[in-house]
């Protein structure tokens, strides 16, 4: 059994910026790609960004330029730093661990962009 916590959402004005964490309970940690989703209300669970165990990253369009994923694997967690922050990035933010054969989600944390 796999635990992910996600940290460091809030209410912040737009423009402003968010880093949230995602510790991992387990010591597999860095060989397992890690990956930042959002669901807003009303609409579908999106990627936002991923991370491979190599470091590889990809961004949704969305957030290109103003979003970065990174990992601390000594540390077990990943990190979503959010600048640039718009009310459409509004949402609750969900950490995902992809291995081989299995994945795992963490409980989300909400982000509120006020305008």
């Known amino acids: 059994q796999v635990q992910l916590v996600e940290s460091g959402g809030g209410l912040v004005q737009a423009g402003g910026s968010l880093r949230l964490s995602c510790a991992a309970s387990?010591?597999?940690?860095?060989?397992?790609?890690m990956g930042w989703y959002r669901q807003a209300p009303g609409k579908q669970r999106e990627r936002v960004a991923v991370?491979?165990?190599?470091?590889?990253?990809t961004y949704a369009d969305s957030v290109k330029d103003r979003f970065t994923i990174s990992r601390d694997n000594a540390k077990k967690t990943a990190y979503l730093q959010m600048n640039s922050l718009k009310p459409e990035d509004t949402a609750v933010y969900y950490c995902?661990?992809?291995?081989?054969?299995?994945?795992?989600w963490g409980q989300g944390t909400q982000v509120t962009v006020s305008s």
């Open positions: 995902k661990m992809t291995g081989p054969l299995y994945e795992w």
């Open positions: 991370i491979t165990s190599g470091g590889s990253t």
């Open positions: 387990t010591t597999i940690f860095s060989i397992n790609a």
